[in-house]
DNA sequence: AACGCGGGGGA
DNA sequence: TCCCCAGCGTT
């Protein structure tokens, strides 16, 4: 067994470094537990610098937990467009309603009531409850694991939630009683800005430089040991961009699953031929006019990996409706509705005309 | 415990 | 290419 590491040497160190180096962010002025929340679901598995250009724009246009509760999905969505994992802003939403029916609007200074809203898992509920309340629990994110597994030198495998809870378990020993908030920011501050991932940490800046037991040793490059995930599949798809005059066709996509809600160009699995794509819309109803090849594009999800090829469609003029479709102004489009950026390689098909003779730009 | 869920940036 | 990111819900 290795010998154990007492934690709490490493607490001023730690708060005196962050005094000085702690970032500044537009959701650390004026810390109240709405900003805190919105911003800690924002930086779920998402960097900093992502969030950034998000966080201002959503806190305005739903500046508290009753405007959250009544937004409408799709202006929801739209808010919430190229983050990613829409679900957060979906169990977001569902917990704001929780918070306006049981807590009168106001979230809840507990971590086990915390927890139990939608989409406020142990990390989240730690994070608002140290930085928005002062209450003296962890909050044990990615940066977390990493910078306690090199500095305690400890080899067991992050991927286990067993690990992540017993790191859980020791930090809620230490925590210092008044600068909770502080103290979980700066260990991800300091994992997030100095120990960095994949073997290139700062260790020259570090507070802890002169404790560390994987720079001491090291073997930082070997921590932390985190099993690997399983591999992407590769799905090939073909995206069919069909317009009617200065309409659009788009698809409103199931309320389960990938991209869950959002919009999309009507697309099928395979790489469809020009005949192929022909049957496939005289199937739908419609009468294509002309068609164009469009070119090839990836998209990289978590766990899948699209490769897509597209066509830009010419149809008669229709009124039609289908299943779960529907044509929409090309003006109105990227402005109203929620598109994932899987589809923004096509978006701009959408503003060029299929001319009789032949193929041309405006 | 395993899996599904987005998107982007850096090495 | 691969890895990582202020993770969580479902099964």
């Known amino acids: 067994m290795r010998e154990p590491f007492d934690l709490t040497t490493l607490i001023e160190p730690l708060l005196n470094w962050f005094k000085d180096h702690a970032r500044v962010l537009p959701w650390r002025n004026e810390p109240t537990p709405y900003r805190v929340w919105v911003s800690e679901i924002m930086l779920q598995q998402t960097r900093v610098e992502a969030v950034k250009p998000y966080f201002d724009r959503f806190l305005k246009e739903l500046p508290d937990v009753a405007a959250l509760s009544d937004c409408p999905e799709e202006k929801l969505l739209k808010l919430w467009e190229g983050l990613g994992y829409y679900n957060r ?11 306006m029916e049981n807590y009168h609007g106001e979230l809840p ?10 989409g406020i898992g142990h990390y989240t509920a730690g994070a608002i409850a140290s930085i928005a309340f002062g209450i003296p629990v962890p909050a044990v994110d990615g940066n977390v694991l990493r910078v306690i597994s090199r500095v305690t030198e400890d080899d067991a495998d992050i991927m286990k939630a067993s690990v992540r809870t017993a790191m859980e378990k020791d930090l809620l020993e230490i925590m210092p009683e008044n600068r909770a908030g502080a103290f979980n920011q700066a260990l ?11 073997g290139a940490p700062l ?17 930082w490059r070997e921590l932390p040991v985190k099993s690997k995930a399983k591999a992407r599949r590769i799905e090939d798809r073909t995206v069919l961009v069909i317009k009617a005059e200065d309409k659009v066709l788009l698809h409103k996509r199931a309320n389960k699953g990938l991209l869950a809600g959002l919009y999309e160009f009507p697309n099928v699995e395979g790489h469809l031929k020009e005949e192929e794509v022909i049957t496939y819309l005289k199937k739908m109803g419609l009468s ?7 070119e090839d594009s990836r998209h990289i999800f978590s766990h899948i990996e699209w490769h897509m090829t597209g066509y830009a469609v010419q149809i008669d003029e229709t009124e039609q409706e289908y299943q779960n479709m529907l044509f929409v102004d090309v003006k109105e489009t990227e402005e109203q509705y929620p598109i994932p950026a899987a589809f923004s390689r096509y978006t701009g098909y959408m503003n060029i005309r299929l001319g009789n003779d032949r193929y041309k730009e405006e």
């Open 109 to 118: 200074a507990d971590y086990e009531a915390l927890t139990k809203l939608k």
């Open 203 to 219: 260790c020259e800046a570090c507070p802890w430089k002169e404790v560390c037991r994987a720079q001491k040793s090291g073997r």
């Open 188 to 198: 991800m501050e300091l994992g997030a800005t100095v120990c960095l991932p994949n």
């Open 288 to 294: 294509p006019i002309r068609l164009k090849k469009l």
């Open 89 to 99: 802003v979906r169990n977001m939403q569902i917990a704001a309603q929780t918070v």
